[in-house]
């Protein structure tokens, strides 16, 4: 048995159903396009307390032209007139967006299935009785395992991405709980392989990597997939394949525990670094641990850390578009705390861009740091911060957001 996971692309909607066969589950999740219809729906309700009829009646004219048949069509019906009665309901009662976002979303995964399901025939399994939740960043994986094995067959699909609360709520399961779905599911039914069809020619057009280096592939912001999907496989020594739907020739890339022999090299572009810096940091127990719950606490993502050994200086890579909350919150952190007496510390950041180099390759070879900033050194390229990981996978390289092509480039 396979699993699959698909994006469900209108243009290649036969192509998906043709590989839900009796050998295969399939996970489903929208396209980007159908997704912002329903945001912007919910958006109109929500913030402007409208009507969104007409968003409505675009998505419904998107999921008509998927397929023709009558019951297919009253099935896409009857979800569509729940969510817009659920919107209508929403414009007046006071319920958390994210809940209300949700909610919408999880029936746009379930109106993605049903239009597979009519073209191939399969029948259907809603994601959200089977991703048993703890919060939208931890699943239970007893539980979720459990149902999994009491509700999953062979030739059946799945709409993905969604789960749901012990509370009963439905709740979007991490970045892409579409591949995680389809990743635990292969785990734990002890699938043949598992295969993910993404937008692009897999991973950066390597033919292999370790989950390991699948991992730190992941990291990146535009990744195809998230790190986490690549876990519950690695965990049951599945092996991931990343195809590409628009291209059934290419091979993909095969992600195992057989070590690739080889290094990769990803950027990061659009961050800021921000560097926390003074004498007021010294010696003080708590400071790093402070600093990084009050960045969680703001909802910022940390993609870079580095601390010098002086304990003088913390710094760290966000999104360029989360710097001015980063700095606020840090700031805040140590206005308001009449305990930390630090006036003496100072806040700066820099538009910065961040180049990974990562491989099994790199394992227990020495000189690959000397080789990598040489070759910087050489290029006139200034390193602004640098970091290596102690399982010898990865080096990533900081520098200002003007260099990260050029520096990209040179390490490939």
Request: aromatic share 8%.
């Amino acid at each position: 048995m396979i699993v699959r996971s698909f994006y469900l692309k209108k243009n290649y909607i036969s192509e998906i159903a043709a590989l839900c066969d009796g050998n295969s589950i399939a996970v489903i999740r929208p396209e980007h396009a159908i997704e912002d219809l329903f945001s912007e729906a919910i958006g109109i309700t929500i913030d402007r307390k409208k009507s969104a009829q007409h968003q409505i009646d675009a998505v419904r004219e998107y999921f008509y032209s998927l397929d023709s048949s009558p019951a297919y069509r009253e099935k896409a019906a009857a979800i569509l007139d729940t969510v817009a009665g659920y919107l209508r309901e929403a414009m007046y009662v006071q319920t958390e967006r994210r809940a209300i976002e949700d909610y919408v979303m999880a029936k746009c995964s379930r109106l993605c299935a049903e239009a597979v399901a009519a073209k191939a025939g399969g029948s259907i399994v809603d994601g959200t009785e089977l991703m048993i939740c703890r919060s939208s960043q931890h699943f239970d994986w007893a539980q979720s395992q459990a149902q999994i094995r009491l509700r999953c067959t062979p030739g059946q699909i799945i709409s993905g991405g969604y789960g749901r609360l012990t509370t009963g709520y439905v709740v979007r399961v991490g970045k892409d709980g579409a591949h995680l779905m389809a990743s635990l599911i292969g785990a734990t039914l002890d699938a043949e392989s598992i295969e993910f069809y993404v937008d692009g020619k897999g991973m950066g057009q390597e033919t292999s990597m370790t989950y390991d280096e699948a991992a730190h592939y992941c990291s990146q912001e535009h990744a195809p997939f998230a790190s986490s999907a690549v876990w519950p496989a690695k965990n049951a020594g599945i092996p991931i394949v990343v195809k590409d739907i628009s291209d059934p020739s290419f091979q993909g890339t095969l992600i195992s525990g057989e070590s690739s022999h080889g290094t990769a090299v990803i950027a990061d572009k659009d961050l800021d670094l921000i560097t926390v810096y003074g004498t007021g940091l010294l010696g003080r127990v708590g400071m790093s641990g402070a600093i990084f719950s009050t960045l969680a606490s703001a909802g910022v993502n940390v993609r870079f850390i580095a601390q010098t050994s002086s304990e003088y200086s913390i710094s760290f890579a966000v999104k360029s578009s989360e710097k001015d909350c980063a700095v606020n919150a840090v700031q805040g952190l140590f206005k308001d705390n009449p305990l930390l007496p630090l006036d003496d510390v100072i806040v700066a950041n820099q538009k910065v861009g961040i180049v990974t180099v990562f491989g099994s390759r790199m394992r227990n070879l020495p000189g690959t740091s000397a080789a990598l900033f040489g070759k910087m050194g050489e290029a006139g390229i200034n390193i602004i911060a640098s970091a290596q990981g102690g399982e010898e996978l990865s080096i990533s390289i900081v520098v200002d957001s003007a260099d990260v092509d050029k520096a990209a480039a040179l390490l490939q």
